[in-house]
């Protein structure tokens, strides 16, 4: 059963940063792609960053682009997302998600994936 685990939500001003880690029940070489995730109050969800571990190959949606980065940490089964000057915009939960089939392209679609962590809370808020 695989299991995928968010931390590192929190309260933040405009401006700030937090640290999001998604913590793998199996190895993170194993997947295809790990994506992240959000969805907003009232909002549909949006797929943010994706990463195929194979590779390296990476994808950012175009309002997160120079702000956030995708990382995995393959000795600790563990894929990272480094949020900076986050606006209030980006408040949502934020999810986690493991693809065993596509890889990470031109696009993070949540019909991909296979399975999703529960979500992780973000605010940015002053």
């Known amino acids: 059963q695989v299991q995928l685990v968010e931390s590192g939500g929190g309260l933040v001003q405009p401006g700030g940063s937090l640290s999001l880690s998604c913590a793998a029940s199996?190895?993170?070489?194993?997947?295809?792609?790990i994506g992240w995730f959000r969805q907003a109050p009232g909002k549909e969800r949006e797929g943010v960053s994706c990463i195929s571990p194979s590779d390296g190959t990476i994808y950012y949606l175009n309002s997160v682009k120079g702000r956030f980065t995708i990382s995995t940490n393959n000795a600790k089964n563990t894929v990272h997302l480094q949020m900076n000057n986050l606006k209030p915009e980006d408040t949502a939960v934020y999810y986690c998600?493991?693809?065993?089939?596509?890889?990470?392209?031109?696009?993070?679609?949540?019909?991909?994936?296979?399975?999703w962590g529960q979500g992780t809370q973000v605010t940015v808020s002053s």
């Open positions: 998600a493991a693809d065993t089939y596509y890889y990470c392209s031109t696009q993070v679609a949540e019909y991909e994936y296979d399975y």
């Open positions: 199996g190895l993170i070489s194993d997947y295809h792609a």
